[in-house]
């Protein structure tokens, strides 16, 4: 390669990584009273529940995640409890002589409605009617309902496939569940989760008065609905509702006059509308496929619903929302700190170990590993699947393992085949093509490792496994070709001896007898 060109492709190398280096890295406020924020790649990246960080603007907080507590009808805390009994005193207190009877009465009343659960220091009150049998101990029928309730909160929450999500039972009868703030659907996923009942669907002016499907005798909805999924093409996310002919002929027959009046279709969880449709054209098809703004995560948690309350065991009690709190993460709001410090330290040690063994070859290898790296960095933004979390830093780093060891290994094979005597060209030539085959086959097999754990092995692992091919298979590329290609540019501007000084190599000569 000639200086010329040598000279003008390292030029763009640099152009490229510094716009990569500040595209990745850097982030700051613009514009007037600093209104606007430029967000680095590495500020945006999502982050799992055990990692915590913050944007440049201070404000938005990233890592950790939201706990919320489901308690069904009947059963309230013991916060509540106290905070209605306390109301209802103080109307009493404050009630005028003609009615301060009845406001004695509604708070005895309200005394021997609950009793507190499992004891009298317990954290919540069950409603006597609603929940317990006449001695006040907990029925059956509220035992085998909660508990059909609690497997289609399981179903629903373990068919997200989301690491860092929890779901447990809390004092026996309310359910405790977390869900991670990276996905950005915390609120659509803790509501519509907890909602309980059977799938319909239905047409009209508004939810609550809508014509709801009325299956005819020995039928169910399943005679009209075969199931609910998550379908993505191109770059859209749909909910996609499967019909039988029953259910496709109903939707044709609701939505005859749609290009007259237009119609709206409603699919209901319980008394929950989860999707509403304004459809202006007849429906005549046995797959009806739902877009909007639906993203990932929020069109499987209704595909996810909606298909558990079709197929799922069903319950009659209804569930609130409550005690919403924010959880920070688990290893600490520092964690992201003291992990990029110690990638610092380690890329730091690598790149003195190669300046110091090879001089001016560290440069080909620096080229190569920031390039490396901040394509990385942008692979685990950009997929959906991937965010910043222990296994995936742990993937980047034997992933930079490995492209380093790759390097060193060709730079070994170079330094033998030059000590023997050859030429600068002909040793590199040499090195690598006795280097090639090994190094590819080394790539080749760690790539098939990550292929199997994602395939096979459950969500962290599964992480860990995708980022690790795709960081070997990047490897491969760049410890075979990039820096090749590095090495020969840097080379350009050396000559004669000198070659074997900027690489640190030294050829053996022999003395005559």
Known sequence: MSKVKSAV????????????????????????????????????????????????????????????????????????????????????????AADKEDAEKAVTDYEGKYVR?????????????????????????????????????????????????????????????????YTGAQ??????????????????????????????????????????????????????????????????????????????LYFYVGDNALISLSV????????????????????SVVALALDTALNGAQTPLTFRVEDVVRTHAGFTDLALILIYISLGVLIAGMLAFFFVRYHGLGLAHLYTFLLWLFFMILIVWGVPQLHLGIETVLALVLGGTLLSVADVWTYEAVRKEFASGKTMASA???????????????????????VLLYA?????????????CIGVLLSGLCSLFVSRFHWAAFMSFVSGEAKGRFCNFKQEVEDDE
């Open 9 to 96: 492709a390292l030029v763009l190398i640099t152009i490229l990584l510094f716009g990569l280096c500040f595209m990745c890295t850097v982030s700051f406020s613009y514009g007037t009273d600093k209104m606007y924020t430029f967000n680095s790649v590495v500020s945006m990246l999502a982050k799992d529940a055990k990692l915590g960080g913050q944007l440049a603007d201070g404000e938005n907080y990233l890592g950790g995640g939201y706990t919320a507590v489901y308690y069904p009808e009947g059963v309230i805390s013991a916060q509540q409890y106290e905070d209605d009994l306390n109301a209802l005193r103080a109307a009493a207190e404050n009630a005028v």
């Open 117 to 181: 659960y499992p004891d009298a220091n317990g954290p919540i009150f069950l409603e006597k009617e609603e929940v317990c049998n006449e001695d006040g101990t907990v029925s059956d029928a509220f035992k085998e309902d909660f508990a059909g309730a609690v497997s289609v909160f399981r179903t629903r929450y373990e068919g997200l496939h989301l690491k860092d999500v929890q779901m447990r039972i809390s004092d026996d009868y309310t359910v405790s569940v977390s869900v991670p703030a």
């Open 187 to 264: 609120g659509v996923i803790l509501t519509q989760f907890s909602y309980t009942g059977e799938f319909n669907m239905g047409y009209g002016s508004d939810a609550a008065s809508a014509t709801k499907l009325s299956p005819g005798k020995d039928e169910t909805v399943r005679d009209y609905v075969k199931g609910v999924r998550q379908v993505f093409n191109g770059s859209t996310y749909y909910v996609v509702i499967d019909l039988t002919d029953a259910g496709r002929d109903t939707l044709s027959e609701w939505t005859a006059s749609a290009s007259e009046t237009a119609v709206t």
């Open 280 to 299: 202006s054209d007849t429906i005549d098809q046995n797959q009806l496929g739902i877009s909007g703004s639906y993203t990932n995560e929020t069109s």
């Open 428 to 450: 590199v030539r040499e090195g690598y093509k006795k280097s090639f085959w090994k190094l590819f086959d080394l790539h080749i097999a760690l790539a098939i490792l990550g």
């Open 456 to 468: 096979i092995a459950i969500t962290e692992l599964q992480i860990f496994g995708l980022t690790l």
